[in-house]
T-cell receptor, first 113, second 115 residues
Framework: TQLLEQSPQFLSIQEGENLTVYCNSS?????LQWYRQEPGEGPVLLVT?????EVKKLKRLTFQFGDARKDSSLHITAAQPGDTGLYLC?????????????FGKGTKLSVIP | NAGVTQTPKFQVLKTGQSMTLQCAQD?????MSWYRQDPGMGLRLIHY???????DQGEVPNGYNVSRSTTEDFPLRLLSAAPSQTSVYFC??????????????FGSGTRLTVV
């Protein structure tokens, strides 16, 4: 069974603070995705990273893929209340079933005004 | 708007009742799947399909049936509801060979309570 470990599980911060969440596995991904889920809605894709060492930025969000493609991080600068939600990482493995995403359990972020 | 449509949004069932959760997508996606989401457990795959007429079991298939007679529709049937099936259910779809580009498109979920 291929597992994705996300940390921390919960995070509560004040508006304007910075934060980082992590996604780790013992297996190598062909690509990794980050989703955000707001209450009462389904997850929505934020970004896909494919190349080891790759860094992508989406406004105040910075996503990094580890050099060995086994881990990833999401850094949020100057968090805002609108960033509140559940952040999920999902890994795609090459080979058979390469359409099947494996999801982490998520990091629940609360940004307090 | 194009996307994944799930109905109903909320449902309360009595133990032993059966029901069907509906899922439809209008993006011509080959891949469709059902997940349940429970606190502390994350998203767990119930069943999935890679095309019309093809279905397969996921991590937690017991108590659920699926069929895929068309590309657009992928209903999930609860055969005899149990309190352990109280959960939020999500349907997701994707182009089978382009998951790394487009990711999964999720519906807005069905919150099911079994009493």
């Amino acid at each position: 069974t291929q597992l994705l470990e996300q940390s921390p599980q919960f995070l509560s911060i004040q508006e304007g603070e910075n934060l980082t969440v992590y996604c780790n596995s013992s297996s190598v991904f062909s690509s990794l995705q980050w989703y955000r889920q707001e209450p009462g809605e389904g997850p929505v894709l934020l970004v896909t990273v494919v190349t080891g060492g790759e860094v992508k930025k989406l406004k105040r969000l910075t996503f990094q893929f580890g050099d060995a493609r086994k881990d990833s991080s999401l850094h949020i600068t100057a968090a805002q209340p609108g960033d509140t939600g559940l952040y999920l990482c999902a890994g795609l493995y090459s080979g058979a079933g390469s359409y099947q995403l494996t999801f982490g359990k998520g990091t629940k972020l609360s940004v307090i005004p | 708007n194009a996307g994944v449509t799930q109905t109903p949004k909320f449902q309360v069932l009595k133990t032993g009742q059966s029901m069907t959760l509906q899922c439809a997508q209008d993006m011509n996606h080959e891949y469709m799947s059902w997940y349940r989401q429970d606190p502390g457990m994350g998203l767990r795959l119930i069943h999935y399909s890679v095309g019309a007429g093809i279905t397969d079991q996921g991590e937690v298939p017991n108590g659920y049936n699926v069929s895929r007679s068309t590309t657009e529709d992928f209903p999930l049937r609860l055969l005899s509801a149990a309190p352990s099936q109280t959960s939020v259910y999500f349907c997701a779809s994707s182009p089978k060979l382009r998951v790394s580009v487009y990711g999964y498109t999720f519906g807005s979920g069905t919150r099911l309570t079994v009493v």
